[in-house]
């Protein structure tokens, strides 16, 4: 193992704290939860720092940090949807875009070649919302905060995140599609 390879393990342990923040919110231990979840953020930012200022990126990391990501908020999303602290039409509004970027990019893999997948800035911003989102939740249940309306601008929030950047990638891979199907 080199200091490379440090942002690929900081991924997989955030992919393995997946299942203790879990584990904490159906046990309504809200305060275990906070933390880490806290502690899986912070350690997203902290392996895409190393991987860029020390020019650490691999084809790995670029899998795993996504992810890792994904993983999360997908399974706290649904976590928090299956507790009812969050509306289950709003879970499936996040799968179904991750589900359209997945079906996309294998479709577009199987009909014109490798795909190099990088995110676009509407999506690391559809990210980031989902992240304050579910850590509000938690803190909400954790502290007994009066934050409802906050929650609900984040459920705005995460609707246009979601629509915006789910756009993003039907245009950015369709002219792509539409690029090389006119050059074959």
């Known amino acids: 193992m080199t200091r490379k390879d440090i942002p690929n ?6 992919i393995l704290l997946v299942i203790p923040v879990i584990a904490a919110l159906v046990d309504h231990q809200f305060g275990l939860a906070m933390v880490l979840f806290a502690i899986a953020g912070v350690s997203d930012a902290l392996d895409g720092f190393l991987a860029k200022h020390y ?4 084809r790995l990391g670029s899998i795993l940090d996504p992810l890792a990501d994904k993983l999360l908020l997908v399974a706290s999303f649904a976590t928090l949807t299956w507790l009812g602290f969050l509306p289950s039409w709003l879970l499936w509004l996040v799968l179904g875009r991750d589900i359209m970027i997945v079906f996309g990019v294998i479709s577009y893999h199987y009909l014109f ?9 509407s999506s690391k911003i559809n990210t980031l919302i989902q992240i304050v989102l579910v ?8 502290a007994g905060l009066a934050i409802q309306d906050w929650i609900e601008i984040g459920i705005s929030l995460v609707i246009v995140s979601v629509i915006i950047s789910g756009a993003e990638y039907i245009l950015i891979w369709g002219r792509r599609a539409w690029q090389q199907h006119k050059s074959n």
């Open 9 to 14: 393990l900081i991924s997989i342990l955030r």
């Open 135 to 142: 850590f509000a939740v938690i803190v909400q249940h954790y």
């Open 55 to 58: 020019h650490w990126e691999s």
């Open 113 to 121: 070649g490798e795909v190099k997948v990088h995110p676009v800035w």
